[in-house]
């Protein structure tokens, strides 16, 4: 049972640039959630997404958008790339009052 | 302030207990969670406990709740150098049945020999 995959691993964008992070979720999973974490903090969440839609959002700029799949599969999008946009890239997912699983996560460099 | 909150630091020998304490204040959480990251990786779940407990055991791990003081703890017995890693104190939000985190800054815990 394949668990929450997440690709590229690392990723190297400059300013000004967009960039595009995918994430599949584990097997029976219907709903996806998204976490930035910068250097030597906790995770942040970003959004959450469930049939499609962005059910729930945290506080981040319109810059950051999202995408789900009818396969449950995930897009982070996040355009006009700023320095402080550099951080390990989180993808959970999760069911119905289940716990949240996350992936091994895309290292984004932003030069 | 943070909404949850941890030490950032512990240092402990190997074979001792390791205790990592994160503090918490939205009292309608459900459960409250903790996760493991080794340098370079994920996220991990160890263990996690509900809101209406005060006590988990887990092999080597023991999760108490004081939810009067909204103080959640980890109990690591027999710490080994694997061990080692950074944890993180997380609380779930939860609306019609599904959930964010909101997690605290993570504590790194180094286990030398």
């Known amino acids: 049972d394949a668990g929450v995959t997440q690709s590229p691993t690392h990723l190297i964008k400059t300013r000004g640039q967009q960039v595009t992070l995918r994430c599949s979720p584990k097997?029976?999973?219907?709903?996806v959630s998204w976490y930035q974490q910068a250097l030597g903090q906790g995770p942040q969440f970003i959004f959450q997404?469930?049939?499609?839609?962005?059910?729930q959002r945290g506080n981040f700029p319109d810059r950051f958008s999202g995408h789900q799949f009818p396969n449950y599969s995930s897009e982070l999008n996040v355009n006009a790339l700023l320095l402080g946009d550099s951080a390990l890239y989180l993808c959970?997912?999760?069911?119905?009052?289940?716990?949240?699983?996350f992936g091994p996560g895309t290292r984004l460099l932003v030069l | 302030g943070e909404d949850v909150e941890q030490s950032l630091f512990l240092s402990v020998r190997e074979g001792d207990s390791s205790v990592i304490n994160c503090t918490y204040t939205?009292?309608?959480?459900?459960?409250l969670y903790w996760y493991k990251q080794e340098p370079g990786a994920g996220l991990q779940l160890l263990t996690y406990?509900?809101?209406?407990?005060d006590m988990k055991q887990d092999q080597r791990l023991t999760v108490l709740l004081n939810k009067k003081d909204k103080h959640l703890s980890l109990r690591i017995a027999d710490t080994q150098t694997g061990d080692s890693a950074i944890y993180f104190c997380?609380?779930?939000?939860?609306?019609?049945?599904?959930?964010?985190?909101?997690f605290g800054k993570g504590t790194m815990l180094l286990v030398s020999p």
């Open positions: 997380a609380e779930s939000r939860e609306v019609v049945g599904y959930s964010t985190l909101t």
């Open positions: 959970a997912s999760s069911s119905y009052q289940e716990t949240q699983y």
């Open positions: 406990i509900f809101s209406n407990m």
């Open positions: 097997s029976g999973h219907d709903t």
């Open positions: 997404y469930y049939e499609e839609e962005e059910r």
């Open positions: 939205d009292s309608s959480s459900t459960y």
